[in-house]
């Protein structure tokens, strides 16, 4: 069964920066397609950031592109994302999700194409 688990969440500035962790168990780390996604309260759970399943290509959702970046240690089967200059409008739930995948270039911005998904690390931002 995959289990995933995310954290480095936290309180930060306006302006500052934080990684956070996604560690994958129970599958094959690199046959899967990994992404982000976040959610408010009242929202729906929104795309942040993807990559296929050997990390080339990458896609980011406008509102984070070239201030997040998605990568992945597969020797580690953990994922990460590193997020730059961020916003109070970055403020939410971050969630890690995996698919597993047989091209070695498909990612998937779509929460319904994920169907393993952790339990999600707290980001606020700070204004």
């Known amino acids: 069964q995959v289990h995933l688990v995310e954290s480095g969440g936290g309180l930060v500035q306006a302006g500052g920066s934080l990684r956070l962790s996604c560690a994958a168990s129970?599958?094959?780390?690199?046959?899967?397609?990994m992404a982000w996604f976040r959610q408010t309260p009242g929202k729906e759970r929104e795309f942040v950031a993807a990559?296929?399943?050997?990390?080339?290509?990458?896609f980011y959702a406008d509102s984070v592109k070239g201030r997040f970046t998605i990568s992945s240690d597969n020797a580690k089967s953990t994922m990460f994302l590193q997020m730059n200059s961020l916003k109070p409008e970055d403020t939410a739930t971050y969630y890690c999700?995996?698919?597993?995948?047989?091209?070695?270039?498909?990612?998937?911005?779509?929460?319904?194409?994920?169907?393993?998904w952790g339990q999600g690390t707290q980001v606020t931002v700070s204004s």
């Open positions: 999700a995996a698919t597993h995948e047989w091209s070695d270039s498909k990612y998937y911005s779509r929460d319904n194409d994920y169907n393993a």
């Open positions: 129970g599958l094959s780390f690199c046959e899967y397609a």
């Open positions: 990559s296929s399943r050997t990390g080339v290509p990458t």
